[in-house]
């Protein structure tokens, strides 16, 4: 396995009288504030260019500290290695018979997930393996030209979601690798709306989550609303009041609960001059949900969008506005669309939640929350085939990363080219 020295852990009597030498007598940079790890233990890391030293002190009498220090005195406490696959290494660990504190990753700080190997296996030194957080996601707005239209991947802000459900059927050691989970085993997604800009007007494929939702959703999705599709629209010199067509995939939250706005108490159209353009079978769905997709269809989201006469309803597939048409892929719901958008030649296809991230690329990889699975997957097997052979420019609404790219197979293994 490969193991880079990530930190040295110092037990301290005194965190003040410790920095006094390591900081100011050594003069070693110190830029991070106190980082409590648990209620016990108050941490000072001090940088020294590759790894870190880590200033440790007990802060409570039951502290690991507290005791390590009444045994053994103040001095080395750990030392902590950075693998890349902290579960991958525990297994070749525990092939070899090396004797561990934890058979199973658990959460460090700052989303890394940490494990112990006994001392007693690594000569009298206690050593952390830690496998660092995911990035952030990557909240960016970048435009391409496709023929006579332009196309800008927004974002409405980051989410989480259950990595469980997020991959139906695929066991968690092989969907981790690729999309890390958090202590509550969330792994991390964005919401990114398309806008289409053409001379017929500005089109915004899906909407993203807006703003209505109460704090302890926003808890439950890990909803960060620092920044949002009005600051990704700002980027491009554009606010809502500029947008003539929203048109949803379907109606579930994360893609359409940024459709209304709450203005004094009333629940309004949040693009004010647009027209939602929607199927209406969808819409049927949405409005007679049942227990398992009741979470998915906030009434808020779409009803207020009928009394303000802002909806054209369209039936089957059909072109939307020239050069933007949907197709029906089901699957995930009854209704479920993606929407191809084609000029000069070119096609980009925005696939929504029938490939939700490029972690999905594989055909079984199908969300837990699909309410026909065989259809998704049925639908995917033909499009992915597509997509490879007629290089569509695919549009990954949910992924942290790549907002766009195209799909490729090499040595047998899809990959994707990432353009935005
Ligand atoms: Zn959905
Ligand atoms: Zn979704």
Known sequence: MKAVLDHVGIAVERLDEALAFYRDALGLEVERPDDVITQRVRAHMLDTGGAALELLEATAADSPIAGFLTRRGPGLHHITLRVEDLRAALAQLSARNVRLIDR????????????????SAAHGVLVELKQAPPPPVRLSVASLTLGSLRLTALHDGPFRL?????????????????????????????????????????????????????????EIYALDRTTHLDHALAEVGLTSDDIDVVLPTHLHFDHFGGATARRGGALVPRFSRARYVIRRAEWQDATHPHARNRASYLQDDFVPLEGAGVVDWFDGDSVIRPGVRVERTGGHTGQH??????????????????VPTTAHLQDPWVMGYDLFPMETMAFKQRFIREAIDREYLVIFEHDP????????????????????
Request: charged residues 25%.
């Open 401 to 420: 990363q790549v907002a766009a790219g195209y799909i490729r197979e090499r040595d047998g293994r899809r990959v994707v080219d990432q353009v935005l």
């Open 162 to 218: 259950d990595g469980g459900a997020m991959f139906g059927v695929v066991p968690k050691p092989l969907w981790e690798r690729l999309a890390p989970a958090d202590d509550r085993n969330r792994i991390q997604l964005a919401m990114r709306p398309l806008l289409v800009e053409a001379d017929w007007g500005r089109m915004l494929v899906d909407c993203g989550v807006g703003d209505k939702m109460p704090d302890k959703a926003r």
């Open 104 to 119: 199973e990753p658990r959460p460090g700080a700052h989303g890394s997930l940490v494990a112990f190997i006994h001392p």
């Open 337 to 354: 669309q993606i929407v191809y958008v084609e000029s000069g030649g070119k096609t980009a296809a925005f696939v929504a939640d029938l």
